[in-house]
Nanobody, 124 residues
């Protein structure tokens, strides 16, 4: 599976962005998908994950109520809608795929597949 993240950019605080992660290869629907981010000088952190069917989602407390993860298995794509962006949301955002339950993606230190990352910059 190859993952291609896109949709990052520069946005003012309070604005919105929608990230996409397109997967190539077979069996996209057998993978839980997740979004992670890493800001300069900080460790990578979990943002959100979604189950294979898309019916179960998890969020970091820092983004709960502002971000929404979704997926379209027909298009082999997972999305992250980010609203009410804050300067502290600025980071490189990565998507990941694992053949596990979605909640486990928060705990795993390694993931089966990673996307290349997309930069999100939030100006204050």
């Amino acid at each position: 599976v190859q993952l291609q993240a896109s949709g990052g950019g520069l946005v003012q605080a309070g604005g919105s962005l929608k990230l996409s992660c397109a997967a190539s290869g077979r069996s996209f629907s057998t993978y839980a998908m997740g979004w992670f981010r890493q800001a300069p000088g900080k460790e990578r952190e979990f943002v959100s994950s979604i189950s294979q069917s898309g019916t179960v989602t998890y969020y970091a407390d820092s983004v709960k109520g502002r971000f929404t993860i979704s997926r379209d298995n027909a298009k082999n794509t997972v999305y992250l809608q980010m609203n009410s962006l804050k300067p502290e949301d600025a980071a490189v955002y990565y998507c990941a795929a694992d053949r596990t339950v979605a909640i486990r993606m928060k705990e795993l230190s390694e993931h089966e597949y990673w996307g290349q990352g997309t930069q999100v910059t939030v100006s204050s």
